[in-house]
């Protein structure tokens, strides 16, 4: 068993910064890749961005692709997601997830199911 605690997220204006934080307890955290979705209103859950079990792999979605950074302290069990020149299409609820296997590769991360999720939280970027 696994819990995902996100922080981080709130309102912001377009082209402004933030930062996510997913902490993990319950399982060998180390051994995991971890993954960013978000949900928008009326829309499919989608993938963001994953990485690794060790933190040398990342993989991102077009639509993020040199404005979000993914990244994680494994001492912490924690991943953090940074996210810079937001756009209003960005808003959404981004949650956190971790598959049932260990050493997933991260460009798989949006296709294989998820064992875990964290709890979500808004971010909502105005124009």
């Known amino acids: 068993q696994a819990q995902l605690v996100e922080s981080g997220g709130g309102l912001v204006q377009a082209g402004g910064s933030l930062r996510r934080s997913c902490a993990a307890s319950?399982?060998?955290?180390?051994?995991?890749?971890v993954g960013w979705f978000r949900q928008a209103p009326g829309r499919e859950r989608e993938f963001v961005t994953a990485i690794d079990w060790s933190g040398s792999s990342t993989y991102y979605s077009d639509s993020v692709k040199g404005r979000f950074t993914i990244s994680r302290d494994n001492a912490k069990s924690t991943v953090y997601l940074q996210m810079k020149s937001l756009k209003p299409d960005d808003t959404a609820v981004y949650y956190c997830?971790?598959?049932?296997?260990?050493?997933?590769?991260?460009?798989?991360?949006?296709?294989?199911?998820?064992?875990?999720w964290g709890q979500g939280t808004q971010v909502t970027v105005s124009s």
């Open positions: 319950g399982r060998t955290f180390s051994r995991y890749a």
């Open positions: 997830a971790v598959p049932g296997s260990p050493y997933t590769l991260p460009q798989t991360m949006g296709v294989i199911p998820v064992a875990y």
